[in-house]
């Protein structure tokens, strides 16, 4: 144990001021959820058909139908059967020169005419999405994969989110990172309800896809620096919860919010909440410590112990000291290290490649649920529900199975629920499979960060997990590029899925066990951990808190 852990047990490692810290995290990771999968339904595509220009005027009132009913009866008049080349909601009938009762009266006539695509607008069905950035700027047929393009550049903020506020939490601390990234994600958040056109809302998005990863990763590094080693694991895993929960809250405000620009404001609302809420946190006082600021760390520390109502040590100054000069040792490490050594860079290839799956496949299943054949609000739903007990398998897989055999069991189990679904039809059914799969998925999303954690030597364990988490957000942008695929070949996006987790799995198999052993501090520890054969118990061998660059976290 360092000696600022021996500084918070006596100044108390989990009171009110961290409870502050980890609730103002928790209602982060709440906002995030909202912010990352918003576009399934803001985004979302009902069922649509062409626009007849000269019928737009024409009522049914001969026929006395109603105004809904009468659309549906305009839809039936103008659209073509569907057939291998005919898709009836891109292309219509050339009715240009036949009135709508000259239609309904010849009807049998309707079937010679010749097939053209749309040219005047959609029409767009609001019996699941009533209202989407899709039908008002109408991103279907032709211009059908622009969403998932969004949703690609979305991730790429937050790409770029993580190496630049990452550095920036390194460099000018926590404290003022998060709070620059949390007032561009009021600005961002309250922008992406107002743009008019998609240029506009591509770039809004970007921003704030990396101002809501600044302040996801930066608030988890600062939460967890503020509590020892057996808090940290609780802490580190069960912070994903609120998580989870925004699972259950976007069906509910996209299902009963009857506008897309108004759900975006409601998405964006926790960061204005939490804006107040910046007034009473402070620096990291590790953070302090790295950067040689005894001074200020010492004050903070005083008020931590004030806040929890606890005495700080009497030697405080001395373990202060002797802290600070042996932070003021370490070196140092580059990106660049991770390939000298030959095991150090099989193992970070291998990690790499696995979490570059964990979340091409995670943020698959998950934006994808919207072409299970269900409401996509119940598919949503299931799937946070899902998130939770994927939190309590990963915690128990990994205490009692050990972190390489259950992660790859879990891999391999999500691509076999991925390849299954492709066989199965549309309804129930698939979604139980698509589930299976999403569960398998996001518990070894838990796991491979703590074994990836275990791996690494302390000096090369900040960019290692950086590199892995860069892979990782590589993998979610790519992931709603490839659901695109589905026109080309409907199953190809789950095969796709299931053949890299399965693949990503057995790899699994050639990294060391870490349960129950030391964490490495030296190349030689990594050799070391390969020689062995069995499974210690489990010790204190708590997953690190994701310190330097905060790179670590799962969204």
């Not at 095969?495 to 699994?508: Q, R, T, Y």
């Amino acid at each position: 144990m360092n000696t600022f852990d021996k500084i918070l047990i006596e100044v108390g490692s989990f009171g009110w001021f961290q409870i502050r810290s980890y609730a103002f995290v928790c209602i982060l990771g709440l906002a995030a959820s909202c912010v990352f999968f918003a576009q399934v339904f803001v985004g979302g595509t009902g069922d649509h058909w062409c626009r007849v220009s000269h019928w737009e005027h024409e009522d049914c009132s001969e026929l006395g139908f109603e105004e809904e009913q009468c659309l549906e009866f305009k839809k039936n008049l103008s659209a073509p059967l569907p057939s291998e080349d005919v898709d009836p909601m891109c292309m219509k009938y050339n009715v240009s020169e036949i009135s709508l009762m000259e239609a309904y009266e010849n009807q049998d006539l309707l079937l010679g005419l010749d097939i053209v695509p749309c040219d005047s607008g959609w029409h767009f069905s609001r019996s699941v999405f009533t209202s989407t950035f899709t039908e008002e700027w109408e991103l279907v047929c032709e211009r059908s994969s622009i969403p998932n393009v969004l949703q690609s550049i979305f991730l790429v903020g937050v790409l770029v989110g993580c190496i630049g506020f990452g550095a920036m939490a390194d460099r000018v601390g926590r404290y003022y990172t998060l709070v620059t990234a949390t007032l561009l994600c009021v600005i961002f958040g309250i922008l992406c309800a107002v743009p008019s056109n998609i240029y506009v809302y591509a770039l809004l998005r970007f921003g704030m896809g990396a101002a809501v990863y600044g302040t996801i990763l930066t608030g988890f590094v600062h939460a967890t620096e503020m509590v020892r080693p057996s808090t940290r694991v609780i802490i580190g895993v069960l912070i994903w919860a609120p998580y989870a929960i925004g699972y259950f809250l976007i069906p509910a405000i996209a299902r009963y919010v009857p506008n897309w620009r108004i759900q975006m404001l409601i998405f964006a609302s926790p960061f204005v909440v939490l804006v107040p809420y910046l007034f009473v946190m402070t620096e990291s006082p590790r953070w302090l410590l790295s950067k040689s600021r005894p001074v200020q760390a010492e004050k903070l520390i005083r008020k931590i112990a004030r806040v929890n109502g606890r005495t700080p040590p009497e030697d405080l100054a001395s373990m202060i000291k002797e802290e600070t000069e042996f932070l003021s040792t370490q070196k140092s490490a580059s990106y660049g290290d991770l390939f000298r050594h030959r095991q150090v860079r099989i193992y970070t290839l291998n990690l790499m490649y696995n979490w570059f799956v964990q979340s091409f496949v995670y943020f698959g299943l998950s934006l994808g649920t919207s072409s299970l054949g269900v409401s996509p609000y119940i598919a949503f739903c299931i799937s946070g529900v899902v998130e939770i007990l994927a939190i309590v398998c990963s915690i128990n897989s990994m205490n009692y199975v050990g972190r390489k055999p259950s992660t790859a069991i879990l891999m391999i189990l999500a691509g076999f629920s991925c390849l299954t679904t492709t066989f199965v039809p549309l309804g129930a059914a698939r979604v139980t499979f698509a589930m299976i799969g999403k569960f398998a998925i996001a518990s070894s999303f838990d796991n491979i960060y703590v074994h990836t954690a275990e791996i690494f030597p302390t000096p090369l364990r900040t960019v290692g997990i950086g590199s892995c988490s860069i892979a990782a957000r590589i993998g979610g942008i790519v992931a709603p590029l490839v659901l695109v695929l589905e026109k080309a070949w409907l199953p190809l996006p789950l095969i796709l899925f299931a053949s890299s987790s399965v693949v990503a799995g057995l790899l699994v198999y050639f990294l060391p066990e870490t349960k129950g052993r030391p964490m490495p501090d030296t190349i030689a520890d990594i050799t070391a951990l390969q020689t062995v054969n069995r499974y210690g118990p489990v010790e204190t061998n708590n997953p690190p808190t994701v310190e330097g660059n905060g790179n670590g976290v799962k969204v």
